[in-house]
Each structure stands twice: as structure tokens, then as C-alpha cells.
């Protein structure tokens, strides 16, 4: 019952959105990427200020089989496009 009060992408957006202003990063959400599951999102970070491009994440937020029961994080790897 929830959920009705709290629709996914109004949260989404919301919680976003307060990332951007506390840590001074803009998010963009990337349609059209190729990810392991049409539900993923990819986003791309920036820095507000310099518009400098500091990565990429993925949000892949619903339950489907084959996949982790609970939450996970998994480490990011740094890497250089030279």
C-alpha cells in the first residue's frame, strides 16, 4: 500500500534531486542504453559548477527473478577513455 503514496518516479526525481543539491552534482538520465534489463536506468553524473563528467551509474531498483534478493552495491572501477 505503500507505493500508492509514494509513486517510483516521483521518488526517484525527489531523491535525485536532493543528491544534486547536497553534493552539487547534476544527474541525467540516459534513455537508449544497453542494459542487462529493459527496467535498468542509466544515469550520467556531472559536476554543477564545471559541467565536468564524473560517471556513469545504473539504478535497477525492482525484484524479477535471477537476481539478488537484497540490497547490493557493487564497487566501481575507474577508468580513463585516453
Known amino acids: 500500500m505503500v507505493k500508492e503514496y509514494f509513486p517510483v518516479e516521483h521518488v526517484i526525481d525527489r531523491t535525485l534531486f536532493i543528491y544534486q543539491e547536497l ?4 544527474f541525467k538520465r540516459l ?5 542487462w534489463h529493459p527496467d535498468v536506468q542509466c544515469f550520467e553524473v556531472r559536476d554543477s559548477e564545471s559541467k565536468d563528467l ?3 551509474f545504473y539504478l535497477d531498483l525492482h525484484p524479477r ?9 557493487f564497487p566501481l572501477i575507474k577508468r580513463n577513455n585516453d
Open 23 to 26: 553534493l552539487g552534482l547534476d
Open 31 to 35: 534513455p537508449g542504453v544497453q542494459t
Open 54 to 56: 564524473l560517471g556513469h
Open 65 to 73: 527473478d535471477n537476481k539478488y534478493g537484497h540490497a547490493a552495491v
